[in-house]
């Protein structure tokens, strides 16, 4: 036999073991026999004794806080039983259970060291065997310390995936609701622009009819001049109106009336001529009813075609429920949102340049979805008079579109980030936004192989940079 043990030789240490308990009767006094399914020890207990497997096998398992167990390790011939409780006196972590017949030695804690001593051929394999124990011990703890920081990672890498999964499906969902509504805006508009339709292509025929029943036979007659010019005229500002009053009042002393003396102030130099050499002839108040009733008519005539001019954009804009691509004329769909949002527009100065453009295809309605969205955050920002530039070129093979204002601009801890789903600065007061609107925007112009920046001007101001390309359906 060799004179030393290999440390991670359990078996060879083993069988030295075993000659050495075969040959002394104490030490066989000590080996007991436990059946399969026998528990050795409990979790929670302290454990005056040791044992150390010489046949048979057991497992330790560990009872979480739930009830729930997991089984830890799988013991056989040559491990100790309650090596850690019995060596710290700690109450033991685990429970062990017999799974095949066991043949172990048993040792008393107080008697340990006095074995040790009494028998002098048991210290060095003892202590090998219980080094050999802990080494396994510790490598197994090393292999499960690094199991479960894979684990971890995994878990972590997983999580990440699932968290990414659900913003993406909240991403879509949030773009379903949205195309949802505006699948049913679209609907709505297109229900109204047709009702709104009828009567206003109504007034625009009575307006004509009514024009017609007014035109004398005679072109040079009074009546039918101060008619025509009515229909001719153009809105005066009220500045003007009081300043031209001060003058009709000393040019027509003899009209006292004031709105009378207001309407005389509204006409042109015209019709004040065709007054002043007919008023001895026919009454001053015919005069002007004729040029009123011209006026009036010409306003009904202007708001008609303003009515279909909006049902027209309303139609052309609410085509977002359509998503067969067309050749389009990206100017149209601009001029229609900036009809569609004139209300919003009206108090700014709106610089438009719309230079000539190719056909392109494209969805208009998802395009004109695109405008609006940039044309409201502009607006949303910039005081009265602010000013909102719209231009558009082509530079081969793209159309670019410009929307530029003279706002605050966009703060650049946030620039990169305005593009982002659910992500938005209107949270505070009466602005409030889901954070779709550009999100939506630039996903529309990926899906027409397009392109969406944003910046700010040096000089100040947001600027957006849309580049689509020239292509045939």
């Known amino acids: 036999m060799k004179s030393g043990f290999i440390l991670n030789d359990r078996k060879t240490i083993l069988r030295f073991i075993q000659r050495a308990i075969d040959d002394n009767e104490e030490l066989k006094a000590h080996v007991v026999k436990l059946k399969k399914g026998t528990i050795v020890f409990k979790q929670g207990e302290k454990l005056p004794f040791l044992y150390l497997l010489l046949e048979g096998s057991a497992k330790l398992t560990h009872t979480r806080h739930d009830g729930s167990s997991l089984d830890l390790v799988k013991l056989e011939p040559g491990h100790f039983v309650g090596l850690v409780a019995f060596t710290t006196g700690n109450a033991s972590l685990t429970t062990c259970s017999v799974l095949d017949d066991v043949t172990a030695l048993k040792i008393e804690q107080r008697e340990f060291e006095q074995y040790v001593n009494d028998h002098p051929r048991l210290r060095h394999p003892l202590q090998q065997l219980m080094m050999n124990n802990m080494t396994d011990r510790f490598l197994k703890n090393v292999e499960l310390e690094s199991r479960m920081n894979s684990l971890n990672k995994e878990l972590e890498k997983e999580g990440e995936e699932l968290k990414n999964a659900y913003q993406q499906l909240e991403d879509s969902h949030q773009r379903l609701v949205h195309q949802e509504k505006m699948a049913t805006l679209g609907e709505l508009v297109a229900g109204f622009a047709h009702e709104v339709n009828n009567p206003a292509a109504a007034l625009l025929r009575s307006s004509e009819a009514l024009k017609e029943n007014f035109v004398h036979s005679s072109k040079n007659d009074p009546l039918e001049l101060m008619f025509r010019i009515g229909l001719e005229s153009e809105p005066v500002s009220s500045v003007d109106v009081r300043n031209r009053m001060l003058v009709m009042q000393k040019q027509f002393p003899f009209v006292n009336d004031r709105s009378t003396v207001r309407k005389l102030a509204q006409m042109p130099d015209k019709a004040i001529e ?24 010409h306003n009904i005539k202007v708001a008609s075609e303003r009515i279909a001019n909006l049902v027209k954009s309303l139609k052309s804009y609410s085509r977002q429920d359509n998503n067969e691509a067309d050749m389009i004329d990206i100017r149209l769909g601009i001029q229609d949102t900036i009809l569609i949002l004139s209300n919003r527009i009206k108090y700014l100065d709106l610089n438009l340049n719309l230079g000539d453009l190719p056909l392109t295809c494209g969805r208009m309605g998802e395009l004109n979805q695109v405008w609006t969205n940039i044309i409201v955050n502009a607006c949303d920002v910039l005081p009265k008079k602010g000013h909102l530039e719209i231009s558009c070129q082509f530079e081969k093979p793209f159309i670019k ?12 801890n946030i620039i990169d980030r305005i593009f982002e789903p659910n992500f ?44 689509i390309p020239v292509k045939n359906c």
Not at 274 to 297: A, C, H, T, V, Y
Not at 401 to 412: C, K, L, Q, T, W
Not at 428 to 443: M, T, Y
């Open 274 to 297: 065709i007054i002043d050499s007919s008023r001895k002839k026919i009454p001053i108040d015919q005069l002007i009813q004729q040029f009123e009733s011209g006026k009036l008519i």
């Open 424 to 467: 938005t600065t209107k949270n505070q007061g009466a602005e409030f936004g889901l954070g779709l609107g550009l999100a939506i925007s630039n996903e529309i112009i990926r899906k027409h192989g397009g392109k969406i920046t944003a910046s700010n001007k040096k000089e100040g101001g947001a600027k957006f940079e849309i580049s």
């Open 401 to 412: 579109v410009i929307i530029s204002d003279n706002g605050p601009g966009i703060a650049e």
